[in-house]
């Protein structure tokens, strides 16, 4: 299949840095996005000239934005590394980051979720998560999480940090939560989870290492709990 020749949106792109200028902030070290045009056509030539060289179009260093929707905008920036070399670098901005994970326990067993996730196209084993809604706490957001995804009611709740997902692409991050719940009920088959596992720490550790947990934020909870000695 041939790449794509199609440019980034610049026009938007523009506009996105009025609107958002929190998303275009340059500390005093580090990668620096470049704002200025002539610095942005610098970039784009460099990176075009190095895409040809391996069969790219001149598309594909064109800065601006790719993707916009109600959940995500995807932007390629123009960037100056820490050493003075010129780059673009792609990026996925949630119009939500913040979110929460919880590792719930019901009668010694911690409760997993399969679900279907359709960016990796095939089941997962995963710890019920969920979007922090405007308005709504970390807190409300584990109850109605645990409510909708595996009818639990918590009676024991543990805040343990935050983790970030993939840094070199997007922004996600989500708040860790350790909860013991009452029991389980039906999965939320709405949302692709086609089933309710109860597994102990040992099955956990042992289905981790034999890889049926790729989970990050799962492993992360189980890690935080462990060092807690919640579980």
């Known amino acids: 299949m041939p790449p794509s020749t199609r440019r980034a949106d610049y026009r938007r792109y523009r506009e996105l840095v009025t609107e958002r200028?929190?998303?275009?902030?340059?500390?005093?070290?580090?990668?620096?996005?470049?704002?200025?045009?002539?610095?942005?056509?610098?970039?784009?030539?460099?990176?075009?000239?190095?895409?040809?060289?391996?069969?790219l179009p001149p598309a594909s260093a064109s800065v601006g934005v790719l993707s916009e929707d109600r959940y995500v905008v995807a932007l390629r920036d123009a960037i100056r590394f820490p050493d003075g070399s010129l780059g673009t670098h792609n990026r996925v901005i949630y119009a939500n980051p913040d979110g929460v994970a919880v590792l719930a326990v019901t009668a010694g067993r911690i409760v997993l979720i399969r679900i279907y996730r359709h960016p990796?196209?095939?089941?997962?084993?995963?710890?019920?998560?969920?979007?922090?809604?405007?308005?709504?706490?970390?807190?409300?957001?584990?109850?109605?999480?645990?409510?909708?995804?595996?009818?639990?009611?918590?009676?024991?709740?543990?805040?343990?940090?935050?983790?970030?997902?993939?840094?070199?692409?997007?922004?996600?991050?989500?708040?860790?939560?350790?909860?013991?719940?009452?029991?389980?009920?039906?999965?939320?088959?709405?949302?692709?989870?086609?089933?309710?596992?109860?597994?102990?720490?040992?099955?956990f550790m042992a289905m981790a290492e034999r890889r049926e947990i790729e989970d990050a934020y799962a492993l992360a909870a189980f890690a935080q709990a462990r060092i807690r000695g919640l579980v």
């Open 21 to 55: 200028p929190d998303w275009f902030v340059n500390g005093p070290d580090g990668i620096q996005i470049l704002l200025e045009d002539a610095d942005i056509r610098a970039a784009q030539r460099h990176i075009a000239k190095r895409n040809r060289a391996i069969g």
């Open 120 to 203: 990796v196209r095939r089941w997962m084993l995963e710890i019920p998560r969920g979007t922090v809604e405007a308005g709504h706490s970390l807190e409300q957001t584990v109850h109605q999480e645990m409510a909708e995804e595996v009818g639990g009611a918590i009676s024991r709740m543990v805040h343990m940090g935050r983790t970030t997902s993939d840094t070199s692409l997007c922004t996600g991050r989500v708040d860790l939560y350790f909860a013991e719940i009452d029991g389980v009920g039906k999965p939320q088959l709405s949302e692709g989870i086609g089933q309710i596992l109860l597994v102990t720490p040992d099955e």
